[in-house]
């Protein structure tokens, strides 16, 4: 009989979390303060660019994304960066009926040259991926969290350190090219141009020419430039040329 009453109360739960998550009609975020540091040496890393990212999920099996909201931060000397609050925002009313954040957000993107990139989301185990609050928070949020420089004699070669960093590259141009929401790239110029740096030092390294995958940073500038041209974002050359000195 508990058994029975248990499964009645689980379904229940289940019917009435629904309901509640199909009433959210707006998203929002408390601020997040964090410190990053060399997770060697311990000690405060200026210049770590960091991208918080707040996705809609969407459509058949949620496959379809939106960013809702894109932030980008730097740390001071002291290895500290902030995201400000922001929102209750009302969900795109051109977004489908089922548009819904997930729980992991936001999502933090970590990018230093030299060291390995490093993506943090928040970490909560629930039944219902879908089911957070209104107003989300970061797990990270007071942490210090710790970044591993890359030395192709300890764990990484330098193939695989340029295939995480063309990882980083290519998922950002695929996704502005792609025809979503492909202006997107303008919120974070600072990480897109130390990408483009880190790329180019890593070809200058590359004496041997052992990374046959490595691309240049004016190929990916040329794409760029023309995916912006013909969708009305601007040139993407312009835009970036103070973020290039």
């Known amino acids: 009989m508990n058994k029975k009453w248990n499964y009645l ?11 509640l998550q199909g009433c959210t009609t707006s998203y929002g ?7 990053v540091v060399d997770a060697n040496t311990g000690r ?26 894109v932030m980008e931060a ?22 489908p009926w089922n548009a819904r954040m997930q729980n992991g957000d936001p999502v933090m993107t970590f990018f230093k040259g030299g060291y390995i990139p490093l993506r943090l989301r928040n970490e909560r185990e629930e039944w219902h991926r879908f089911s957070g609050p209104r107003i989300r928070t970061s797990e990270w949020n007071g942490k210090t969290i710790e970044l591993k420089k890359f030395d192709e004699n300890f764990k990484y070669s330098l193939p ?8 980083l590259v290519d998922s950002g141009l695929s996704y502005s090219v792609s025809g979503g929401y492909i202006c997107d ?6 990480m897109l141009v130390a990408m483009l740096k880190e790329v180019d030092r890593i070809n200058e390294q590359d004496k041997s020419h052992t ?17 912006s041209l013909q969708n009305g974002c601007g040139s993407t050359k312009e835009f970036l040329k103070e973020y290039m000195k």
Do not use: C, H
């Open 29 to 35: 975020a408390k601020p997040i303060e964090a410190r």
């Open 160 to 167: 695989g350190y340029a295939a995480m960093v063309n990882g």
């Open 44 to 69: 405060p890393l200026e210049g770590v660019i960091i991208n918080a990212k707040w996705e809609l999920n969407f459509g058949w099996e949620y496959g379809s994304y939106y960013d809702m909201k």
């Open 211 to 227: 990374i046959s995958n490595t691309i240049s940073s004016k190929y990916i500038i040329n794409e760029f430039e023309l995916s």
């Open 74 to 95: 730097v740390t001071d000397q002291n290895g500290r960066f902030s995201f400000p609050a922001w929102g209750p925002e009302p969900i795109p009313s051109q977004l």
């Open 185 to 190: 790239w303008m919120k974070t110029p600072r």
């Open 9 to 19: 109360l689980l379904l229940l739960a289940i019917l009435f979390g629904s309901a």
